[in-house]
Each structure stands twice: as structure tokens, then as C-alpha cells.
């Protein structure tokens, strides 16, 4: 078995709205996807794209994905790595592709000087979260996550 992570390209977004909606389906918000391969083609590989995505391929076959960007710390004064998305095909699961995005980003985090590495897990995430324990990741249980969008966000902005 030969494992390839290699950097998405704009001919990649096909293939990342599918993992995005398998991704989507499988935390049970499938209806809530307004990504599409255009959206997807601009957000992250036009000018001033606010992220960058990587494909793992199996044996030259893609089996997944991961969506990353920087953020900052200013307690660290170090810009961030945070890991927006991964997802790994359940056919190609258990075979060491996880593990191995997981592990180019913190070598991407390392390179880039950052002094974080994060992401979120759903809370019923058991597999996920006995997997993030097993390789040294912590939760933050002492932060909530607050998110506004849609019309919250407009009627906000708006005053």
C-alpha cells in the first residue's frame, strides 16, 4: 500500500464537494452543504483564498481530505494552524490515511512556525475522540464554541 498526500488543487473540487457532502451526511447535517464545486474552486484556490485543502490518495486512489487554515494566538503571539475539516472514506478507514493527514498538517504547523494546532470534534465523535486521545490531543473542554450565521448574523451586523 503506497499513502501520497499531496496538495489540492483547483481540479480537485469535484472531488472535495463529494468528500464534503459524505463528510456532511455522516455528522447527520447532509441537507445543511451550500458548498459547490464553483464555491469550493473560489474559496480555496482564488486570489486571497482564506484556505488550503489536501488530498491523501491510496494506491493513486483519492480516499480523503483536509481543509486547513491559519488563525492567531495573540496570548502566543503566534499564528495558528486550525483543521477545519478531514474525512477519510469508511472503505479506507484503519489503514493509516487519518493519521497521516493529521501528521502532515503538524509538520505543516512546525515548518510554519505555529504554536497551535487545533480542530473541533463532535461530542459523540466516540471513534474520533478515542483516536485524537490516542495520538496526544487534549480536549479544551473549558471553551464553549459560539458560531452566529445566517439571518443572526445579518440582523446583528445590521444593529
Not at 483536509?66 to 503566534?78: D, G, I, L, R
Not at 494546532?117 to 483516536?131: G, R, T, Y
Amino acid at each position: 500500500m503506497t499513502l501520497h498526500i499531496r496538495p489540492a488543487t483547483i481540479a480537485d473540487s469535484e472531488l472535495i464537494l463529494r468528500f464534503i457532502i459524505e463528510l456532511a451526511v455522516y455528522e447527520k447535517a447532509g441537507d445543511q452543504v451550500a458548498a459547490t464545486v464553483d464555491t469550493i474552486g473560489t474559496s480555496l484556490f482564488g486570489p486571497g483564498a482564506p484556505a488550503r485543502a489536501l488530498i491523501c490518495e491510496v494506491d493513486g486512489e483519492a480516499v480523503g481530505f483536509a481543509v486547513y487554515f491559519f488563525n492567531y494566538s495573540t496570548w502566543q503571539a503566534k499564528k495558528g494552524l486550525y483543521l477545519e475539516d478531514l474525512y477519510v472514506s469508511p472503505a479506507s478507514r484503519g489503514k493509516g490515511a487519518g493519521k497521516a493527514l493529521l501528521r502532515h498538517l503538524a509538520a505543516i504547523a512546525v515548518e510554519e512556525g505555529c504554536g497551535r494546532f487545533e480542530w473541533s470534534v463532535l461530542d459523540w465523535n466516540q471513534p474520533a475522540i478515542d483516536f485524537y486521545l490516542s495520538i496526544g490531543a487534549l480536549p479544551q473542554d473549558e471553551w464553549v464554541r459560539y458560531r452566529m450565521h445566517g439571518a443572526a448574523l445579518r440582523d446583528f451586523a445590521a444593529g
